[in-house]
């Protein structure tokens, strides 16, 4: 039995019933909800309901006809995120729920075209500055006239017609896919230390320029958005796939210290920084103001007690921009410390899954790509789920899978496909060297 076959009929008979199980979960989540609802269930919510669980079905038919091979627990777990994000939003507001889905269309549509366009991960390692140069593309997009706007202060959002979608979070993967590139490239040359400097090894900083500039360009950028929260997301991915890439911890530490800084000039610099922290500190000292987001999600969170109000039941709807930022303190509420447990575990799972992707990969591109891509996904659910319960300040990014959000869901459902195909790809060569293996002493 290879490390795949996990169940009998191989990997995508385990995923398919996990997907049943998946499927059953959402339907029975909806069904409280609607039994919740005293004004009856919204006639136009239950065909889109079926639209998602037919979605995450066909999902996994092309899964089983692209990727035969890949990792069974990616995309079950990806589709209980997703439909218990769903439900949510389906019981906040039905319009909402309507986009939703149609979002989570687009999204498996991108997914779907992601593994049948790209078979070869380790191609795209040889556009790494044409990735370079879209992600700078991509991030200088809202501050555009015309079609970039302003939305809560922060200038993130792009007009598209009827459409309005955030470039930033397709930024954060084809940048990743930068880094992945490039780090490959040069890992030998930014593990031999030229030059002590303060008692540090460092090496030649020729070799940093192209990676720091591309940084230091995407954190300008972000910063002249007032996207802080994408920009420490960025900011952390390079230091992770920095290590990653050299093993060295000289680049954590050093990653450490310009974070601290930064964090500093940035609370110098922007009032709604000060704001921010001083409501993270004490949301209660202006409770009716600054503080009413952050206070209303306590509230939430601690009237949902152990097993939660029950879905339908609680009154998450008083919290601000509950159906995206705040998605974890309606989840919290109405089902308790027990649901908000488990949808941690899952996307501990999830993580977990993506870093064993990546330790399986047989090229050191793969390896950094999916260690890249897993770590954005992780740290986005660090930061996001410590804001709602105040461990950190609010940074203003979505729940991956979860949140409503028609851009999010699109380039996390392309950091899935790519997962997947990575997974694939080295569950097929581990198969062709164990056959080549048992040809040889069979000849022997």
């Not at 507001?93 to 979002?103: I, N």
């Not at 600054?290 to 969170?301: H, I, N, W």
């Not at 392309?414 to 990575?422: E, K, S």
Request: proline letters at 4%; aromatic letters at 8%.
């Amino acid at each position: 039995m290879t490390a795949i076959s996990v169940g009998r009929g191989g990997p995508r008979a385990t995923e398919l019933w996990f997907l049943v199980a998946v499927g059953l979960l959402t339907s029975a989540a909806f069904g409280l909800a609607a039994l919740a609802n005293r004004s009856g269930t919204p006639p136009n919510v239950i065909p889109f309901l079926a639209l998602v669980l037919l979605l995450l079905g066909s999902a996994h038919v092309v899964v089983r006809r692209l990727a035969p091979n890949a990792e069974p627990s990616l995309l079950p777990l990806v589709g209980f995120l997703n439909g218990i994000g769903y439900v949510m939003i389906a019981r906040l507001d039905e319009d909402l729920a309507a986009r939703q889905s149609v979002w989570t269309l687009i999204g498996l549509a991108a997914f779907t075209i992601t593994l049948a366009a790209v078979r070869d991960i380790g191609r795209l390692a040889q556009y790494r500055y044409l990735l370079g140069i879209a992600g700078v593309i991509l991030l200088l997009l809202p501050l555009l006239p015309l079609i970039g706007l302003e939305v809560r202060g922060a200038r993130i959002w792009v007009s598209l017609g009827a459409f309005t979608i955030q470039p930033g979070e397709f930024a954060k993967v084809v940048l990743t896919m930068f880094l992945a590139g490039y780090l490959v490239d040069k890992r030998e040359l930014l593990t031999i230390s030229t030059r002590r400097v303060a008692g540090v090894h460092l090496p030649d900083l020729r070799h940093f320029g192209p990676v720091l500039l591309a940084l230091a360009v995407a954190l300008f950028i972000m910063v002249a958005e007032r996207d802080l929260g994408s920009s420490l997301l960025f900011f952390t991915l390079f230091v992770v796939m920095m290590y990653l890439a050299t093993s060295r911890v000289a680049y954590v530490l050093g990653g450490l210290v310009l974070f601290a800084a930064g964090s500093a000039a940035a609370y110098e610099l922007f009032g709604h920084v000060q704001r921010r922290v001083s409501s993270w500190i004490d949301p209660f000292a202006d409770v009716n103001n600054s503080g009413y987001q952050v206070a209303e999600a306590a509230f939430a969170m601690a009237d949902g007690g152990l097993i939660g109000t029950g879905i339908g039941e609680g009154s998450p709807g008083v919290i601000p921009a509950v159906t995206t930022d705040m998605i974890f303190a309606a989840i919290g509420e109405e089902l308790g410390l027990l649901g908000s447990a488990a949808v941690l575990v899952c996307f501990m799972l999830l993580v977990g899954a993506g870093f064993r992707v990546a330790t399986r990969a047989s090229e050191p591109f793969e390896k950094l790509l999916a260690g890249g891509l897993t770590a954005l996904l992780g740290f986005q659910v660090f930061v996001i789920v410590g804001g709602v319960i105040r461990l950190l300040p609010l940074t203003g990014v979505t729940l991956p899978f979860v949140s409503y959000g028609g851009s999010s869901l699109i380039a996390n459902y392309v950091i899935l496909a790519i997962l997947i195909r990575i997974s694939d790809s080295s569950a097929a060569t581990t198969s062709r060297g164990s056959s080549e293996e048992l040809t040889v002493h069979g000849s022997s």
